[in-house]
């Protein structure tokens, strides 16, 4: 499985943006869980949504809750994360990460997934 993290850049607080993970290798029926982290200068990696492939379903962090969209086109085989609203303390280097089975109660860590991208810098400005 290869992930390609697309999308990054600069924006102003209060813009959008749009990132995207292509995935190369196995169709999304094969994989379970799609999920975006990102990491701060100086911070541990930490989730920030993830997609259930199978069911559909969306996971947040509570930080970004009701500003961020995580969603999927299976024709192109990637998974989007919308940005609106962005903060200051959204600026990091972004990753996706998928794996097989759907993590259940654990799919906000880090160690449960085993394909990353290379992520995407997005900087936040004032």
């Known amino acids: 499985v290869q992930l390609q993290a697309s999308g990054g850049g600069l924006v102003q607080a209060g813009g959008p943006l749009k990132l995207s993970c292509e995935v190369s290798?196995?169709?999304?029926?094969?994989?379970?869980?799609m999920t975006w982290f990102r990491q701060a200068p100086g911070k541990e990696r930490e989730f920030v949504a993830a997609?259930?492939?199978?069911?559909?379903?969306?996971h947040y962090a509570d930080s970004v809750q009701g500003r961020f969209t995580i969603s999927r086109d299976r024709a192109k085989k990637t998974v989007y994360l919308q940005m609106s609203s962005l903060k200051l303390e959204d600026t990091g280097v972004y990753f996706c990460?998928?794996?097989?089975?759907?993590?259940?109660?654990?799919?906000?860590?880090?160690?449960?997934?085993?394909?990353w991208g290379q992520g995407t810098q997005v900087t936040v400005s004032s």
């Open positions: 290798g196995p169709t999304f029926s094969s994989l379970g869980a």
């Open positions: 997609l259930r492939l199978g069911l559909g379903r969306t």
């Open positions: 990460a998928a794996r097989y089975a759907w993590p259940v109660s654990s799919y906000s860590r880090v160690d449960q997934y085993s394909y």
